[in-house]
């Protein structure tokens, strides 16, 4: 996928992708130099783990969904580096059916998201 530098939409969502474990995410490193990208739709498969600290080098996405998938641990700080966020969704009905949880504190965003205006985390 590092060869997609010029994608602007990538949507995967609702195909059952992932095992649910640790490293499903891991794909995502790959578009770190698609700086067109602004849509990133990954919601409703079977993505499993933990966010990864390189998310936060997204800086150019607006909209990022990741909900209905079975993500667990903390929401990263880095997050507060995506400056073009408009709308975030990470976390559906299926972490609520199969026991994962967020934990940790909502990081402290020091003004820098100030084009969301959509953050769900379930």
């Known amino acids: 996928m590092e060869k997609l530098n010029r994608l602007n939409f990538l949507s995967l969502t609702s195909n059952h992708l992932g095992s649910g474990r640790t490293g499903d995410l891991s794909f995502l490193q790959s578009l770190l130099n698609t700086t067109d990208l602004e849509i990133m739709a990954l919601n409703d498969n079977n993505f499993g783990g933990i966010l990864l600290e390189f998310i936060g080098n ?22 507060e580096n995506l400056v073009n966020l408009e709308r975030m969704e990470l976390w559906g009905a299926k972490l ?7 934990s940790g ?8 998201l100030t084009n ?3 953050l769900y985390l379930g």
Request: charged share 10%; net charge positive; proline share 2%.
């Open 58 to 79: 997204f800086t150019w996405i607006r909209i990022f969904l990741l909900d209905g998938n079975r993500i667990s641990g903390s929401i990263l700080n880095g997050i």
């Open 116 to 118: 969301l205006t959509s």
């Open 105 to 112: 504190n909502i990081p402290f965003f020091r003004g820098n």
């Open 96 to 102: 609520l059916l199969s026991g994962y949880r967020l």
